[in-house]
């Protein structure tokens, strides 16, 4: 695990931070100017509690790499444009540290800050916001490395449960072959009871017909019988 040191020194240690803007929030609360995104150079002193010419300083020093990550100084045109943009975005009145007449503003977003406490060395609070990153990532790999013991555990529980399917497999099979021969069995049993209700079906039109000429012999009968009366 890097140290904070390392984290001072090495600008591809801090690019792998870079996504942890949280970590302001969660040392001291970051005021932004009224659209949400940018802070002034005070503003970024008043959070670190230090100079403004700390700051400048610092700026200085690392301008390329703060300016890769948000940085930027507005003049002419664009800062007027900017003013007017803040101006009627403030409710109520606008604070009387607002530089408006300025001639160049430098601005910083949250990435720009967040880079800020890993080069500011004398500070507090940048202290502790390097102090969260740090702890954070090794909460992070704790994490992982138990997540990684539990799919383990998990990996070693299916390989027991793939013995056990293979001890199962001859067993299934041999169901299965039962199961086939059933199925045959039925299919037969089916066709016999087809063929006899067929049958059934067969001798009752036959008993219709007996009962018919049974009928026909006793009528014959009793006109014979008639007449041998007569």
């Known amino acids: 695990m890097p140290t904070e040191v390392a984290l001072l020194e090495s600008h591809a240690l801090r690019v792998e931070r870079m996504g942890r803007v949280d970590a302001l929030d969660k040392v001291k609360s970051l005021v932004m100017l009224p659209d949400g995104i940018h ?10 509690e230090v100079s403004t010419a700390s700051v400048r ?7 390329q790499e703060l300016t890769d990550n948000g940085m930027r100084v507005l003049r002419g045109d664009d800062l007027r ?5 803040m101006l009627s975005l403030w409710e109520g ?12 503003l430098r601005l910083y977003t ?3 800050v967040l880079d800020v406490a890993m080069l500011l060395r004398d500070s507090d609070i940048a202290r502790c916001v390097r102090t969260y990153l740090l702890d954070a990532e090794e909460d992070l790999r704790a994490s992982i490395a138990s997540l990684d013991q539990r799919v383990t555990r998990v990996e070693g529980c299916l390989v027991g449960v793939g013995s056990a399917l293979q001890e199962l497999g001859p067993v299934l099979s041999r169901m299965s072959h039962r199961l086939d021969v059933l199925d045959r069995k039925l299919d037969v049993t089916h066709q016999v009871v087809g063929a006899i209700s067929l049958r ?3 001798v009752s039109q036959d008993i219709v017909r007996l ?7 006793a009528r014959h009968l009793k006109d014979l019988s008639r007449r041998g009366h007569s």
């Open 110 to 112: 949250r990435r720009t």
């Open 200 to 202: 059934l079906t067969d």
């Open 39 to 48: 802070v002034r150079t005070d503003d970024v002193a008043r959070y670190f």
């Open 211 to 217: 009962d018919a000429r049974m009928d026909d012999f």
């Open 57 to 63: 300083r610092l700026t200085d020093r690392h301008q």
């Open 93 to 104: 009145e606008v604070p009387e540290s607002y530089p408006q007449a300025a001639t160049q």
């Open 81 to 85: 444009s900017f003013h007017g943009d």
